[in-house]
């Protein structure tokens, strides 16, 4: 009895022992991806791919409109302006070379169209499209704020010529209820005001947050203008996602510069643009994501301006 325990010992160790040897053989032929066998896989493996066929597409319909060079003047809130209330009321005076027919305004068949980002302080910009109508930014809080602007296509991409992008300062005196959100005239929500103790505007990370004021920013030091991802991404809208930002003071290493853009996606591994265009990514997962761009400088430092070249952003999808 006791032998034949001591042989079950044996052939026990023996089967543990071959075990081991089998992991560690399987590990060995894997040295190159050892790390990967340690940590897992990320889920989320996001790869940049070329501009989608069908945005492809919808350029060549639209002819020149691409080459344009619209420029965009805030008229209103006029530059550092004292405004009363707590309404205000943006008008934008758009010129520039537009013999390819650039001219914000939504389609209704489609209800896409060219139109304008505007941007309340360091908020997700809203679309305003057809530029003769009003538009209006209520219950805007008091203190100082920003208002950036920059024309866009229908597919979101921001046109990046010379004066192209515009940014005035001005202040809200007496302002609106900052129990309640800021919204456009027509109900889109600009900024929950009441929503998060996290007064800092650098901190402004998406709708849930923040009191919206101005951070302060420097109008001619480098800046980055967060414009997209942005909101909700439904089936074929959902891959591949556009990351698309402004860019004023500052020119990327690609370009002759020495800044970098850094995005971060989720707490994966950051990603470099080196180059000032769009990109889209490509390989999403279901569900919410975040979405941080920073502007670097050559030593790879955040540069700070009044904390909007650091913004992360919420988006949500749904494939
Ligand atoms: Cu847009």
Redo the contacts with the bound molecule.
Sequence with gaps: MKRLTNWHLILIINTVGLLFFAACSANNQNTTTAVTTVTPPPMQPLQLTQRPQKIVDLMNQRGKQDEDKPVLKVVSPAANSTINGSTVRVRLDLSGELAGGYKPGKDPATGTGN?V?VILDNQP?E?YYHLDQPFELRNVIAGKHTLRVFP?????ESYKNDGAFQMVTFTVAGGGDPSKPTTTNTGQVVANNNASPMASPAASEGKDVAPSTAGEVDPTKPLLTD??P?GEYKGPDADPIMIDFWLSNAKLRGDGGEYRVRYIIDDDEPGYIDKWEAIWLTGWTNGPHTVRLELLDKDNNPVDNGGYNTTTREITVVK
């Design positions: 139109h980002h910009y679309a866009s296509r229908p597919w979101h414009s997209r942005k």
